[in-house]
């Protein structure tokens, strides 16, 4: 006999997707606020992390926030390491910084080059990602328009990726925390085209080593040269000059 109790629909419950945690360095230039954007993009939850490393002003710190709050992250970070107490950066101590240069004097090391800032601020973000049980760390570095940083380089962050397997609770488990450098090998131009498709207003960056007590630019830095060109090489103008 065949029953009459009505059926039981056929239901299976929505799956819900895991959220995938990363940490972004932000420091509130065009090319960290770009990591951000691609962050999202990734479908990673984003949280910021901003270094206060003892940074002669407090423009860049002022532009962190601001890109944060406009593009959205689920914290914001700040962490006080004094690297000025180190010194030997026009960044961070009473060093002038280099204007005018070329792109053939932009090849050596300069002195806005702050010693291991970079190795620094990425082992604050390794620490920061384990502890939220993060997957990735987004670093802005650029190895191609850039000021001969060797802490910006794929070698660089190679070896710091082999570190964070080894130095870590969850690298030893068998589950490495990712280093992402999406900008590495890209032109300063291209940063822009990737940002803008993504809906980054870089009127709220800030990327000028010596800008003037209301935070403007001073639009000779190398730093300004190459943000710049990049910008005229797109046929635009570089939005914080239009402001």
């Known amino acids: 006999m065949l029953s009459t109790a009505p059926r039981k629909p056929s239901y299976a419950p929505p799956v819900k997707l895991r959220s995938v945690k990363s940490v972004v360095l932000l420091s509130g ?34 532009a962190a926030k601001r890109v944060a709050q406009a593009l959205g992250v689920r914290d914001h970070m700040f962490v006080r390491v004094g690297l000025d107490a180190i010194g030997g950066s026009a960044l961070t101590a009473d060093i002038a910084v280099p204007k005018d240069r070329n792109e053939a004097e932009m090849s050596d090391i300069p002195v806005t080059y702050v010693p291991a800032r970079n190795t ?3 082992a604050l973000a390794l620490g920061y990602a384990e502890v939220l049980g993060a997957e ?7 190895a191609v328009d850039y000021s001969g940083y060797p802490d910006c380089r794929p070698e660089f962050i190679a070896a710091f990726q082999e ?26 131009a291209e940063i822009i085209q990737r940002g803008l498709a993504l809906g980054v207003d870089y009127a709220l960056t800030h990327s000028c080593y010596d800008p003037d ?7 000779r830095c190398d730093s300004c040269l190459i943000r710049q060109a990049a910008f005229e090489s797109l046929g635009m103008l570089d939005p914080v000059l239009a402001s």
């Open 29 to 62: 230039g065009l090319d960290s606020a770009t990591c951000l954007a691609i962050a999202h993009a990734d479908g990673t939850e984003p949280y910021a992390l901003t270094a206060l490393y003892g940074q002669r002003h407090s423009a860049e710190i002022d």
């Open 120 to 122: 620094v601020m990425l």
């Open 136 to 142: 990735a760390i987004y670093a802005g570095v650029n």
């Open 163 to 188: 570190l964070a397997r080894l130095a870590t609770k969850a690298g030893v488990e068998g589950r490495p925390i990712e280093i992402r450098t999406p900008l590495i090998h890209l032109r300063k």
């Open 213 to 219: 007590s209301a935070g403007k630019p001073c639009g």
